[in-house]
């Protein structure tokens, strides 16, 4: 933590990846020893996006987020869960997937990754510290279009 009370610098070891990611608060993200900054997919529409996902240990917390998943399913090219909060974070500040959304984190399970990512130019949306509430990663106007989405699942219940 800086003086200001922030997480200044990150890394993200994925050992079975051959991957380090890290990243400096105002100075960009990297994944291992590429001079060259990351960068997310280019911005799309919700209905073109490769969304990341998760599930909790909590039997009934998986079951609202099935819930949340049934409502995002039909509106996005496709789902993807590698099993770790901080991996599919990277993954969509490497453009390997173009959104992210997950409840039930706490905050080492994003911490790191949060900064990666938001230093390679994806907005990252969600409480602070993260809790029952969803975490969204994703570029451009997809965050909002996927807090939209669970914001009109939460009121259907």
């Known amino acids: 933590m800086g ?6 610098a990150a890394v993200v070891h994925a050992p079975r990846l051959r991957r380090t990611y890290s990243a400096l608060r105002g100075a960009g993200a990297w994944c291992n020893d590429s001079p ?17 996902t998760g599930f909790s240990p909590d ?18 090219r496709d789902v993807r869960c590698r099993g770790a909060a901080s991996l599919e974070l990277c993954a969509v500040a490497a ?11 706490q905050l080492w399970d994003v911490a790191a990754a949060g900064l990666v990512a938001s230093e390679a130019g994806v907005s990252v949306l969600g409480a602070a510290p993260p809790g029952k509430h969803p975490l969204i990663a994703a570029r451009g106007e997809v965050a909002s279009e996927i807090s939209g989405e669970l914001a009109l699942w939460e009121g259907a219940r």
């Open 36 to 52: 060259l900054p990351l960068r997310p997919c280019p911005e799309k529409s919700l209905d073109a996006c490769l969304l990341a």
């Open 95 to 105: 453009g390997e997937a173009d959104a992210y959304w997950e409840s039930d984190l």
């Open 59 to 76: 039997p009934a917390q998986r079951e609202a987020q099935a819930g949340q998943l049934v409502r995002l399913l039909p509106r996005v």
């Open 3 to 8: 003086g200001g009370g922030g997480i200044v």
